[in-house]
């Protein structure tokens, strides 16, 4: 095993709190903003039962709107964090920073984010982690600036080692790499010394090249939770099918077969003509929970049932987050866990 100086954690272990950003009239939400804000609303609700969030708002009259929203919901501000920060939109799973834990602290990667391959403006947001290491959110930490396009939703790990991610979308970022040099690349800047790459999986509505975060998770280093397609009907049928054979075909460290926990599908959701990417693989991990997103559909309830099994010593709680898929993404895409001790 290759000796590193620092640690990527997995997202089980324990957590200092959670990074949002709240939805305003300048970012992408603000034909939706009053929708989107109920699911804002239900996300801190359930973190701060578990943790503290900390929630970026771009200036005090969006803090005392957000204060507001949360307060008529009875919300504990006492456990909610407000940083000023600006911002292009509230994605901070790929803005955020990743963050690895060392013997004396903490390391900051700032990987460079470029809105899913320059699909949209970007810049405010490729600054965020500098703007939140020099507003003095962390402690104990630095930051270290990579000039390399990763988001954090494109990589889950085990926590020892071993790095889950998909070609597709790290090919589209870096067309002139090869998966050897990619291989190397995120071993040695995310602490890792094995990266296992996914040929297959992709959801219609996604904007990210098929970020891991919608497919397949890590549940624990020997199990692995992934979207599933159970419709023979759906387009997504093939794709999901050679992705769980994919999987099936992983092998742990030590050579066994990961355990393998498929999730339930959700009937089409189209909006305004165009299918959304309803992924149940999307949930987040915090102290002593799982909040999982639910989109109305009767899948929800099988989906909890499904990550009860792959986490049976935590809660479940499902979230409400079917305005989020209007802007192609879901729960995790909103959040980054930042680990104990880092805040």
């Known amino acids: 095993m290759t000796q590193h ?31 989107v804000e109920t699911t804002y609303v239900a996300l801190v609700a359930a973190i701060v039962r578990f943790e503290r969030a900390i929630v970026c708002v771009a200036d005090d009259t969006l803090e005392s709107h957000a204060r507001s929203l949360l307060e008529a919901a009875g919300v504990d501000l006492s456990r909610v964090r407000f940083v000023r920060s600006e911002y292009d939109d509230t994605w ?11 013997d004396d602290g903490f390391r900051l ?12 403006e970007a810049s405010r947001d490729d600054a965020l982690v500098e703007a939140l290491e020099r507003g003095g959110l962390f402690m104990r930490a630095e930051r270290k600036s990579i000039p390399f396009a990763l988001e954090g939703g494109a990589i889950d790990t085990d926590g020892d080692g071993t790095l ?26 995310l602490a890792q010394d094995r990266v296992l790459w996914l040929d297959h999986g992709y959801l219609e509505g996604d904007d990210t090249d098929a970020h891991v975060d919608t497919l397949a998770r890590f549940a624990s280093p020997d199990s692995i939770v992934y979207q599933g397609c159970d419709d023979p009907s759906d387009s997504h049928y093939p794709h999901l099918r050679a992705m769980g054979e994919e999987l099936a075909a992983l092998r742990t460290r030590d050579g066994r077969p990961y355990r393998l926990f498929e999730l339930t599908w959700a009937q089409p959701i189209v909006d305004e003509g165009r299918r959304l990417a309803a992924s149940y693989a999307n949930f987040l991990i915090v102290n002593g929970a799982v909040l999982a997103p639910a989109y109305g559909d009767a899948a929800d309830s099988r989906a909890k049932a499904v990550l009860q099994q792959a986490f049976p010593d935590r809660e479940i709680v499902m979230v409400p987050c079917r305005p989020l898929i209007w802007q192609n993404g879901s729960l995790h895409c909103i959040t980054m866990q930042l680990p104990e001790g880092v805040v």
């Open 5 to 35: 100086d620092a640690r990527l954690p997995a997202e089980w272990e324990p957590q200092s709190a959670v990074l949002i950003a709240w939805p305003h009239a300048d970012t992408d939400w603000a034909d939706r903003l009053a929708d």
């Open 92 to 102: 901070l799973r790929d803005s955020g920073p990743i963050t690895l834990r060392k």
């Open 109 to 120: 990667l700032d990987f460079r984010f470029t809105g899913w391959g320059g699909k949209f």
């Open 164 to 189: 889950l991610t998909t070609w597709q979308c790290l090919n589209q970022r870096h067309p002139e790499a090869s998966r050897e040099m990619l291989s190397a690349h995120l071993a040695e800047w």
